[in-house]
């Protein structure tokens, strides 16, 4: 069983950036895709970001030019930069891997999610 751990989530004026890390316990990123997600109180969960085994990165139209989504396969870490954040952005992020179909969010694996808090 692989386990996903996110880090990096916090507080932070808006503005500000922050990275966050996804770090997986088994070799799992190099093949398969793997996303970040977020949920805000009381809206469902979205997908962020996305990366394909092959390499094909997609993002949210809310965040396109201000995050960027990133794998170190050696590592098996993901990473996600957020830049210029917004109050909007305020949620708990995911990240997920090993998609189950063709659906990015019928993934295998879960991470526990990371706070993530932009003040006004």
């Known amino acids: 069983q692989v386990q996903l751990v996110e880090s990096g989530g916090g507080l932070v004026q808006a503005g500000g950036s922050l990275r966050l890390s996804c770090a997986a316990s088994g070799s799992i990123f190099s093949t398969n895709a793997v996303g970040w997600y977020r949920q805000a109180p009381g809206k469902e969960r979205e997908l962020v970001a996305g990366?394909?085994?092959?390499?094909?990165?997609n993002y949210a139209d809310s965040v396109k030019g201000r995050f960027t989504i990133s794998r170190d396969n050696a590592k098996n870490t993901a990473f996600l930069q957020m830049n210029s954040l917004k109050p909007e952005d305020t949620a708990v992020y995911y990240c997920?891997?090993?998609?189950?179909?063709?659906?990015?969010?019928?993934?295998?694996?879960w991470g526990q999610g990371t706070q993530v808090t932009v003040s006004s």
């Open positions: 997920a891997a090993v998609p189950l179909g063709r659906n990015w969010y019928s993934m295998r694996y």
């Open positions: 990366i394909t085994g092959g390499g094909s990165i």
